[in-house]
T-cell receptor, first 119, second 110 residues
Framework: DAGVIQSPRHEVTEMGQEVTLRCKPI?????LFWYRQTMMRGLELLIY????????DSGMPEDRFSAKMPNASFSTLKIQPSEPRDSAVYFCASNPTGLAGGPGTDTQYFGPGTRLTVL | QKEVEQNSGPLSVPEGAIASLNCTYS??????FFWYRQYSGKSPELIMSIYSNGDKEDGRFTAQLNKASQYVSLLIRDSQPSDSATYLC??????????WGAGTKLIIKP
């Protein structure tokens, strides 16, 4: 398996522009997570999906952020309009069985990330 | 608020020595604990998981868990320069979500 695939790997945009990040999870994984990582705040969970349905979006910072998962093999994270404080590395991760529920729970597999710079 | 705390480091260890990384967590009902390694510019990757009190060994890595003290650690024996990375502690909370520490930067000096 190719692992979790993210695109683009790098994105530089100007404030106010729309940004769309894309993710293809590992085939057969029912859970998909979007994270954001910065030096100041570390790794933050933004939203996660189970079987294409958003389960918890409480980590989404504000209405400018939205995420969709139209099918089991594709998800997008959109920022509109983008701001300089959105600059970060955005990771997508997938998991076959769910969250950290106990012994035997599989790990989360991370994609390579998208480094977003908003000027 | 549920928290996972780690010393940010950097922790500098001579090659061949034992590196000891520590993590404390606030949610007493947490049941699952993970150590991820993240090289600079790369994504996190799981190196150890532990669910029961005590030690769990995997090659040069040993995870230690003490739920009474709400403390989990990672020992790396015979440290190698390739172990230089940031180590993230993650704890599964009562809602089965991962709470992440800020990470400890480890530097292995040849």
């Amino acid at each position: 398996d190719a692992g979790v695939i993210q695109s683009p790997r790098h994105e530089v945009t100007e404030m106010g522009q729309e940004v769309t990040l894309r993710c293809k999870p590992i085939s057969g994984h029912d859970y998909l997570f979007w994270y954001r990582q910065t030096m100041m705040r570390g790794l933050e969970l933004l939203i996660y999906f189970n079987n294409n349905v958003p389960i918890d979006d409480s980590g989404m910072p504000e209405d400018r952020f939205s995420a969709k998962m139209p099918n089991a093999s594709f998800s997008t994270l959109k920022i509109q309009p983008s701001e300089p404080r959105d600059s970060a590395v955005y990771f997508c991760a997938s998991n076959p069985t769910g969250l950290a529920g106990g012994p035997g729970t599989d790990t989360q597999y991370f994609g390579p990330g998208t480094r977003l710079t908003v000027l | 608020q549920k928290e996972v705390e780690q010393n940010s480091g950097p922790l500098s260890v001579p090659e061949g020595a034992i590196a000891s990384l520590n993590c404390t967590y606030s949610d007493r009902v947490s049941q699952s604990f993970f150590w991820y390694r993240q090289y600079s510019g790369k994504s996190p990757e799981l190196i150890m998981s532990i669910y029961s009190n005590g030690d769990k060994e995997d090659g040069r890595f040993t995870a230690q868990l003490n739920k009474a003290s709400q403390y989990v650690s990672l020992l790396i024996r015979d440290s190698q320069p390739s172990d230089s990375a940031t180590y993230l502690c993650a704890v599964g909370d009562s809602n089965y979500q991962l709470i992440w520490g800020a990470g400890t930067k480890l530097i292995i000096k040849p």
